[in-house]
């Protein structure tokens, strides 16, 4: 099966600007995670969607941060405006159950450098 | 709250040697508990879940309730086990949210 993509790979911004991350989960995998990793740090989770609906965004900073996932199916992340905390590997994830039966799937990452 | 611990960065060991990695965590109920593994220039993957309790590329892991400790384990490392491995804890009810420690950077030296 194909894996979870994500573009851009990698993304420099100056700060105040925008930026925007696409991810495509594996096909019929219905939950979606967006996940923070700075650098030496484990990733975070930002959102999680089942279907096109949120579970859990508690620690989505929304002043800048927001997603969506219309459709159910692809998502994106947009931060507006950046700031040089930023910085940061996004993880995309799916799974198509529980994660303790199937666990994740991650994409490669997108990794922003705000400068 | 939910936290996961890994206390070294970094750990060094030979070839054949044996390999610890320690993880400990902090929840007040029922955790379920993985490890997770990132080779070089690779996605980030699932190691082993310590409910199926199997054993992976000589991998395991034993979770510890009185200890909040879900070490990896290995008797003889291989060059190819270098990685970065993190460990993560499900809560019950946590949605399927997983809360991920700072990973351990492993080196297999010849």
């Known amino acids: 099966e194909a894996g979870v993509a994500q573009s851009p790979r990698y993304k420099i911004i100056e700060k105040r600007q925008s930026v925007a991350f696409w991810c495509n989960p594996i096909s019929g995998h219905a939950t979606l995670y967006w996940y923070q990793q700075i650098l030496g740090q484990g990733p975070k989770l930002l959102i999680q969607?089942?279907?096109?609906?949120?579970?859990?965004d508690s620690q989505l900073p929304k002043d800048r941060f927001s997603a969506e996932r219309l459709k159910g199916v692809d998502s994106t992340l947009k931060i507006q405006p950046a700031k040089l905390e930023d910085s940061a590997v996004y993880l995309c994830?799916?799974?198509?159950?529980?994660?303790?039966?199937?666990?994740?799937?991650f994409g490669s990452g997108t990794r922003l450098t705000v400068v | 709250a939910q936290r996961v611990t890994q206390p070294e960065k970094l750990l060094s060991v030979f070839k054949g040697a044996p390999v610890e990695l320690k993880c400990n965590y902090s929840?007040?109920?029922?955790?379920?508990l993985f490890w997770y593994v990132q080779y070089s220039r690779q996605r980030l993957q699932l190691l082993l879940r310590h409910i199926s309790r199997e054993s992976i590329k000589g991998f395991t892991a034993d979770l510890n309730k009185g200890e909040t400790s879900f070490h990896l384990k290995k008797p003889f490392a291989q060059e190819e086990d270098s990685a970065m491995y993190y460990c993560a804890l499900q809560g019950a009810g946590g949605g399927n949210k997983l809360t991920f420690g700072t990973g351990t950077q492993l080196k297999v030296e010849l």
């Open positions: 994830a799916s799974s198509s159950g529980p994660v303790i039966d199937y666990g994740y799937t």
């Open positions: 969607f089942q279907n096109n609906g949120v579970v859990d």
């Open positions: 929840y007040s109920g029922s955790p379920e």
